[in-house]
């Protein structure tokens, strides 16, 4: 039996803050955790070396002052089939124009580009590890995608 483990956080980072107040939670950011341990995500920022957009970063690489961790169980092939879909994305930019599109619309599916919690919505959804969402087409922010993730398992 598969399993595909998501690390979501949240700090009091002024960004953070802004993503938290409009998504109604308290997580800001989320990753996909690889088998090695590594952390696959989208992020903004750059990161040591590492440049901004989908990358893998090390473990522990980002200190959140709020931290879950949850595991999907699924097949082997919809875990394989999730990871090869993540780890495709890599090099692509961070998709800079998501957090307004919060306000003013867009297709959050859109492959050129990625918001950290749009990306592992759409390797779940192309791993069929749940079906296709019918959340507003102009976002997916990590709350929503943990309150999807909820209705699946215990977390």
């Given at each position: 039996?598969?399993a ?10 002024l ?71 993540v ?7 961070y ?61």
């Amino acid at each position: 039996m598969g399993a595909i483990t998501l690390q979501f956080v949240g700090n009091d980072s002024l960004g953070s803050k802004l993503i938290e107040w409009y998504d109604h939670g308290q997580y800001s950011h989320v990753d996909t955790v690889l088998p090695d341990g590594s952390l696959l995500g989208a992020r903004n920022d750059v990161i040591g070396s590492i440049p901004a957009g989908v990358q893998i970063r090390p473990a522990g690489y980002v200190l959140g002052d709020r931290m879950k961790r949850v595991v999907l169980p699924c097949s082997d092939a919809k875990e394989q089939n999730y990871y090869d879909f993540v780890r495709a994305q890599i090099g692509k930019p961070y998709d800079q124009k998501a957090i307004a599109a919060f306000f003013t619309g867009r297709d959050w599916r859109n492959e050129d580009q990625w918001f950290c919690s749009e990306l592992v919505a759409a390797g779940l959804e192309d791993a069929t590890v749940f079906c296709p969402l019918s959340a507003p087409v102009n976002k997916i922010a990590p709350d929503d995608l943990l309150l999807v993730i909820s209705a699946m398992v215990i977390i």
